[in-house]
């Protein structure tokens, strides 16, 4: 089984910045994609970043520019590095993980506790 643990949120005036981190742990054999969804109240679950174990990226529209998604293989962590955060981005943010482990048949979706990021103007 694989855990994924988020850090790295918290409260922060509009303009700022924040880092969030996420570390996969487990019997992990392979990790095929990382990403960053988010779900603000009374919306539903988008994504906002993925990043391949190639290390091909993708955006939602509605950060481009603003933020960065990154990887550590050897770590097994991804980051989202985000600035010039907006009170649109206010959500409780999610790590995603699609993973095999070392001791089950097949690929898994898995889903950290969430970190809640609130941005005040």
């Known amino acids: 089984q694989v855990q994924l643990v988020e850090s790295g949120g918290g409260l922060v005036q509009a303009g700022g910045s924040l880092r969030l981190s996420c570390a996969a742990s487990?019997?992990?054999?392979?990790?095929?994609?990382m990403g960053w969804y988010r779900q603000a109240p009374g919306k539903e679950r988008e994504l906002v970043a993925l990043?391949?174990?190639?290390?091909?990226?993708t955006y939602a529209d509605s950060v481009k520019g603003r933020f960065t998604i990154s990887k550590d293989n050897a770590e097994n962590t991804v980051s989202l590095q985000m600035t010039n955060l907006k009170p649109e981005d206010t959500a409780v943010y999610y790590c995603?993980?699609?993973?095999?482990?070392?001791?089950?048949?097949?690929?898994?979706?898995?889903w950290g506790q969430g970190t809640q990021v609130t941005v005040s103007s």
């Open positions: 990043i391949t174990s190639g290390g091909t990226t």
């Open positions: 487990g019997s992990i054999f392979s990790i095929s994609t």
């Open positions: 995603n993980a699609d993973a095999t482990s070392w001791y089950e048949i097949g690929e898994y979706n898995y």
